[in-house]
T-cell receptor, first 113, second 112 residues
Framework: DSGVTQTPKHLITATGQRVTLRCSPR?????VYWYQQSLDQGLQFLIQ???????AKGNILERFSAQQFPDLHSELNLSSLELGDSALYFC????????????FGQGTRLTVV | AQKITQTQPGMFVQEKEAVTLDCTYD???????LFWYKQPSSGEMIFLIY??????QNATEGRYSLNFQKARKSANLVISASQLGDSAMYFC?????????FGKGTRLHILP
């Protein structure tokens, strides 16, 4: 158990809908990263938060947004969903901003039908 | 920008043999971190080992060791005495400036 909790584990939704994925980092970790893993794209970095502030953005679509709350949990919002958004979405947490020993949650498998 | 290259899409290794998974990286930074993760068929990403760019000694964690050659920008993972449970996808990653960038992975098959 990595200590990073992601909910839900599985999500099936229709095109055009909106979903929210939730991540609770390991106790004491301040930094949260979101990744998308699809079959043909590998692990794509989406966005990173540190202590409530957005610190880095990767290949995140405008239809996607995220935030980190005062209790340090983070949510990834995906809207106007398309078939191509079907993927495994991971969050990872680290103690600080220094990229040491990043631990991943079990992921949320999103299927858009 | 950082880049990770894993040149072995797949490998087949006999059980109990040692395995070396290749990873090269490209960065102009002096300070960065290197990671290896294991992803079994169940899908979770399991952290294996971390090496900081200023660490002089190669990182080791049980049967895993990271062969860090900074001048060659190489960070190969060595798994000693491989086991059937080591069959999985392995990802190398580099961390710097609030991002952790992953390679495309190597699928390792351990044969009985």
């Amino acid at each position: 158990d990595s200590g990073v909790t992601q909910t839900p584990k599985h999500l099936i939704t229709a095109t055009g809908q909106r979903v929210t994925l939730r991540c609770s980092p390991r106790s004491g970790d301040l930094s949260v990263y979101w990744y998308q893993q699809s079959l043909d794209q590998g692990l794509q970095f989406l966005i990173q938060y540190y202590n409530g502030e957005e610190r880095a953005k990767g290949n995140i679509l405008e239809r996607f947004s995220a935030q980190q709350f005062p209790d340090l949990h983070s949510e990834l919002n995906l809207s106007s969903l398309e078939l191509g958004d079907s993927a495994l979405y991971f969050c990872a947490s680290t103690l600080d901003n220094m990229n040491t020993e990043a631990f991943f949650g079990q992921g949320t498998r999103l299927t858009v039908v | 920008a950082q880049k990770i290259t894993q040149t072995q899409p797949g490998m087949f290794v006999q059980e109990k043999e040692a395995v070396t998974l290749d990873c090269t990286y490209d960065t102009s930074d002096q300070s960065y971190g290197l990671f290896w993760y294991k992803q079994p068929s169940s899908g979770e990403m399991i952290f294996l080992i971390y090496q900081g760019s200023y660490d002089e000694q190669n990182a080791t964690e049980g049967r895993y060791s990271l062969n860090f050659q900074k001048a060659r920008k190489s960070a190969n993972l060595v798994i000693s005495a491989s086991q059937l449970g080591d069959s999985a996808m392995y990802f190398c990653a580099i961390g710097k400036d609030d991002k952790i960038i992953f390679g495309k992975g190597t699928r390792l098959h351990i044969l009985p």
